[in-house]
């Protein structure tokens, strides 16, 4: 069906900005299909927590913590989805994921990009 590989993490600087992508692959039509993009973290020790989400009509919600500095974008369903990071703080150390929802398949999950934020 649809498969999602993240790539962009890596070790950080407090205040860095780095990108993070995910790409979908597999049928054309599962990923048309997709209704919602979103991102995902780990950190260590603690729950998965929703980061951002943007839906194929172009609304995007953010979690409070990362308003105003983390952005999340897609312009079609066959590109990235990308996740803008900004002023990066060590709070902001997790395990990155890619979600995709749609009503043709169960959500698909990407195998996760580690950011470390550290000086």
């Known amino acids: 069906q649809v498969q999602l590989v993240e790539s962009g993490g890596g070790l950080v600087q407090p205040g860095g900005s780095p990108r993070l992508s995910c790409a979908a692959s597999?049928?054309?039509?599962?990923?048309?299909?997709?209704?919602?993009m979103a991102w995902y973290r780990q950190a260590p020790g603690k729950q998965r927590e929703l980061v951002a989400t943007?839906?194929?009509?172009?609304?995007?919600n953010y979690a409070d913590s990362v308003k105003g500095r983390f952005t999340i974008s897609r312009d079609n369903p066959k590109n990235p989805t990308y996740l803008q990071m900004n002023s990066l703080k060590p709070e902001d150390t997790a395990v990155y994921y890619c979600?995709?929802?749609?009503?043709?398949?169960?959500?698909?999950w990407g195998q996760g990009t580690l950011v470390t934020v550290s000086s």
């Open positions: 597999g049928s054309i039509l599962h990923i048309f299909s997709i209704h919602t």
């Open positions: 943007i839906t194929s009509s172009g609304s995007i």
């Open positions: 979600n995709a929802a749609s009503s043709l398949m169960s959500e698909v």
